[in-house]
Structures are given as structure tokens and as C-alpha cells.
């Protein structure tokens, strides 16, 4: 079992930083392979960002590539989503979510654990 516990939303103007945080209990958390979905207000659940076991490799959607990083520290079982340049089209609930297996997808019905989600709102 994993549980997920996401932190560092808020609310930022157009072009700013956030930098959030999914904290993550467990003994096997390097063993999963990561990610970070988002939903707007009234549209589905879309993919963002992945990361895999080790940290080596990660996977990001068009829509934020050269613009957001993940990052995984296994030692503090923690994974990270540090957004830059930030749209208003990037206001949405962001999850963090957790793959029982090493290697990652885009596909969020592949992901067994769940984050509460937190929520990212960025003005114009």
C-alpha cells in the first residue's frame, strides 16, 4: 500500500514558479514509477509529467514540455513537479500518482495509488 500527500499549490500570476510536492509512505516507494496528472474544472483527468523508478528517465505532455520538470528523491520517498513560465491554462487540480511497477505511462488507469490533489490556479 501507498498513500500520497501532495503539497505546494496556490494561487501565481502568469509566468511564475511553483514547485509541488507529493510525499509518499511505504517501504517499496523506489520500486514505483511516478507520476503527475491534472484536471480542470469540468474536463477530464489528463497526464502531465512521469518519472521512473530510478529517477533516469521521465516523460512529459506537449503542453508542458521544456516548461516543468519532475524529480524524485527515493531516499526522503518524495517526487516533485517544478512548474515554470505558468498559463492560466494550467489552472487545474494536480494529482500525484503512483504505478505499481518500475517503468512509467501516460495512461492514468494504468497508476494504483491516488493523491487528494492539490489545487494550482494561475490569474492573467
Known amino acids: 500500500q501507498v498513500q500520497l500527500v501532495e503539497s505546494g499549490g496556490g494561487l501565481v500570476q502568469a509566468g511564475g514558479s511553483l514547485r509541488l510536492s507529493c510525499a509518499a509512505s511505504?517501504?517499496?516507494?523506489?520500486?514505483?514509477?511516478m507520476g503527475w496528472f491534472r484536471q480542470a474544472p469540468g474536463k477530464e483527468r489528463k497526464f502531465v509529467a512521469a518519472?521512473?523508478?530510478?529517477?533516469?528517465?521521465?516523460y512529459y505532455a506537449d503542453s508542458v514540455k521544456g516548461r516543468f520538470t519532475i524529480s524524485r528523491d527515493n531516499a526522503k520517498k518524495t517526487v516533485s513537479l517544478q512548474m515554470n513560465s505558468l498559463k492560466p491554462e494550467d489552472t487545474a487540480v494536480y494529482y500525484c500518482a503512483a504505478r505499481s511497477t518500475r517503468y512509467y505511462s501516460d495512461y492514468g488507469g494504468s497508476y494504483d495509488y491516488w493523491g487528494q490533489g492539490t489545487q494550482v490556479t494561475v490569474s492573467s
Open positions: 518519472i521512473n523508478w530510478s529517477g533516469g528517465s521521465t
Open positions: 511505504g517501504r517499496t516507494f523506489s520500486s514505483y514509477a
